[in-house]
């Protein structure tokens, strides 16, 4: 989350703050400090709490079209009026993890579409991906693949294709199973190698046995549920989502600035997605247990690929403090492609993973580098 609260809070009460037993200590010493103001404030909080609790559906912040729609995914047209008709366009592949492909046009001011067009790309799309339904249970990567090559030939054919986390794999995949589609290939926070380094991820898919993912899909029906994920997520920091995010809602409730920044973000990561069940098994077997896409023993749409069919330019971004894709997994893509080595570049960004697509500052200085570098490509 990119949205600093008006009041930081220090090291050692962070480190208070993950013992769930001093919790009401907590909570007690922040209700005094209102004095006279808190059945006021604290008739606010409630009502903002309830909001970030149960959010909205979050929306996108820029005009756009829908250009193509598939069993999978709505393909939405951000492109200007005045996009020239033969421009190769900008697809961005958001992920398809649990949370809404929103992420790629989150807010005013925190949006990867606007950078990228700000930078002078023309026609800018978004692959935002359904939530599966029941009917959907059964799709795999295959279909997913399928679906993202439907959407670039609805296009024109070719695209330079922006890979944003679990939205990477699939890009680097189609740039792999189609070589001439891609123009370029931008991997932001995309686990490529999952087997580098030692990400907490990466640490759970290894040693979690393969029938507790299958449990998992099993209660969903056929499907991984969202609320599933996002569960998982939160309790990779449970003092920040169970806790602490209500603490910095109470300190900075008569901020509506802080306040609604706070329910902003709610939108997007409380309103969950689901997934296929045969989708996440296969990545998680196959991609995060086995590393197949790394080795080069991935079977796309009948072809076992390599990377080493990728050559065109690649951009690789990472974040500095990102605990769910590490830096190794995305910068190792260097070492397994077949684009030379003076045409990759690689870009280490401070913070963690969600604000490498939506931080302002993030968007600001490396979005805007890699949008003009996407314009040299042709």
């Known amino acids: 989350m990119n949205s600093t609260p008006v009041t930081e809070r220090s090291n050692f009460e962070k480190l208070l703050l993950a013992v769930p037993a001093y919790w009401p200590v907590e909570w007690a010493r922040r209700i005094r400090k209102r004095g006279r103001n808190l059945p006021k404030d604290w008739a606010s909080y409630l009502r903002h709490a309830g909001a970030i609790t149960f959010p909205d559906r979050p929306t996108w912040a820029t005009p756009h079209t829908i250009a193509h729609e598939?069993?999978?995914?709505?393909?939405?047209?951000?492109?200007?009026?005045?996009?020239?008709?033969?421009?190769?366009?900008?697809?961005?592949?958001?992920?398809?993890?649990?949370?809404?492909?929103?992420?790629?046009?989150?807010?005013?001011?925190?949006?990867?579409?606007?950078?990228?067009?700000?930078?002078?790309?023309?026609?800018?799309?978004?692959?935002?991906?359904?939530?599966?339904?029941?009917?959907?249970?059964n799709f795999g990567i295959d279909k997913y693949l399928s679906d993202l090559d439907e959407a670039i030939d609805s296009v024109g054919g070719r695209a330079h294709l922006v890979g944003l986390c679990q939205g990477g794999w699939l890009a680097a995949m189609?740039?792999?199973?189609?070589?001439?589609?891609?123009?370029?290939?931008?991997?932001?926070?995309?686990?490529?190698?999952?087997?580098?380094?030692?990400?907490?991820?990466?640490?759970?898919?290894?040693?979690?046995?393969?029938?507790?993912?299958?449990?998992?899909?099993?209660?969903?029906?056929?499907?991984?549920?969202?609320?599933?994920?996002?569960?998982?997520?939160?309790?990779?920091?449970?003092?920040?989502?169970?806790?602490?995010?209500?603490?910095?809602?109470?300190?900075?409730?008569?901020?509506?600035?802080?306040?609604?920044?706070?329910?902003?973000?709610?939108?997007?990561?409380?309103?969950?997605?689901?997934?296929?069940?045969?989708?996440?098994?296969?990545?998680?077997?196959?991609?995060?247990?086995?590393?197949?896409?790394?080795?080069?023993?991935?079977?796309?749409?009948?072809?076992?690929?390599?990377?080493?069919?990728?050559?065109?330019?690649?951009?690789?971004?990472?974040?500095?403090?990102?605990?769910?894709?590490?830096?190794?997994?995305?910068f190792n893509a260097e070492n397994l492609v077949g684009t030379p080595k003076d045409q990759i570049r690689k870009e280490l960004a401070p913070g963690g993973h969600i604000g490498l697509f939506m931080g302002a500052k993030t968007l600001r200085q490396q979005w805007s580098r890699i949008s003009k570098w996407i314009v040299d490509q042709g």
């Open 70 to 137: 598939s069993q999978t995914m709505l393909l939405r047209n951000f492109s200007g009026r005045d996009a020239p008709a033969d421009a190769i366009p900008v697809i961005i592949d958001a992920p398809f993890a649990g949370h809404s492909s929103t992420i790629a046009d989150y807010a005013d001011g925190q949006s990867l579409v606007q950078t990228l067009k700000a930078g002078g790309c023309k026609r800018v799309y978004v692959a935002d991906w359904k939530s599966a339904t029941h009917d959907m249970r």
């Open 174 to 330: 189609h740039a792999a199973r189609f070589p001439g589609k891609a123009v370029s290939l931008v991997l932001a926070g995309a686990p490529i190698d999952t087997h580098a380094g030692h990400g907490p991820v990466t640490k759970l898919a290894q040693r979690t046995p393969f029938s507790f993912y299958r449990s998992l899909v099993a209660m969903g029906g056929g499907r991984m549920r969202g609320r599933f994920m996002l569960q998982g997520w939160k309790n990779m920091h449970p003092d920040e989502h169970y806790w602490g995010k209500y603490i910095d809602l109470f300190d900075n409730i008569t901020s509506p600035t802080y306040v609604e920044r706070a329910r902003h973000f709610s939108r997007w990561y409380e309103y969950v997605v689901d997934l296929p069940g045969r989708m996440y098994l296969e990545a998680v077997k196959h991609l995060f247990k086995l590393n197949r896409l790394a080795r080069g023993e991935f079977v796309a749409l009948g072809e076992r690929i390599s990377l080493k069919s990728i050559t065109v330019p690649i951009y690789l971004l990472a974040g500095s403090d990102d605990d769910i894709t590490t830096p190794d997994q995305v």
